[in-house]
Nanobody, 118 residues
Framework: QVQLVESGGGLVQAGGSLRLSCAAS????????MGWFRQAPGKEREFVAR????????NYKDSVKGRFTISRNNAKNTVYLQMNSLKPEDTAVYYC???????????WGQGTQVTVSS
C-alpha cells in the first residue's frame, strides 16, 4: 500500500507561480514512475506530467510545456510540480499518482486545489 499526500496548492494571480509537492510512503519510491494529473470542474481528469524512476525522462501535456517542470527527490520520497506563468485555465484539483510497476497509475493522492485568478 502506498500513500500519497499532496501539498502546495492555493490561490494565485495569473502569471504567478506555485510549487506542488507529493510525499509518498514506503521504501520503494525510487522504483515508481510518478505522474501529476488535474481535474477542473465539469471536466474529466487529464494528464499533466510524468517522470520516470530515475528522473531521466519527463513528459508533459502540450499546454503546460515550458511553464511546468516535474522533478523528484528519491531520498525524500517526494515528487514536485513547479508551475510558472500560471493561467486561469490551469485552475483545477491537482493529483499525484504512482505507477508501481503495473503499467498504470495504481495509487492516487487526495488532491490539492489550485486556483488562478485573472
Amino acid at each position: 500500500q502506498v500513500q500519497l499526500v499532496e501539498s502546495g496548492g492555493g490561490l494565485v494571480q495569473a502569471g504567478g507561480s506555485l510549487r506542488l509537492s507529493c510525499a509518498a510512503s514506503g521504501r520503494a519510491f525510487s522504483t515508481y514512475t510518478m505522474g501529476w494529473f488535474r481535474q477542473a470542474p465539469g471536466k474529466e481528469r487529464e494528464f499533466v506530467a510524468r517522470i520516470t524512476r530515475s528522473g531521466a525522462i519527463t513528459n508533459y501535456k502540450d499546454s503546460v510545456k515550458g511553464r511546468f517542470t516535474i522533478s523528484r527527490n528519491n531520498a525524500k520520497n517526494t515528487v514536485y510540480l513547479q508551475m510558472n506563468s500560471l493561467k486561469p485555465e490551469d485552475t483545477a484539483v491537482y493529483y499525484c499518482a504512482a505507477d508501481t510497476g503495473s503499467s498504470h497509475y495504481d495509487y492516487w493522492g487526495q488532491g490539492t486545489q489550485v486556483t488562478v485568478s485573472s
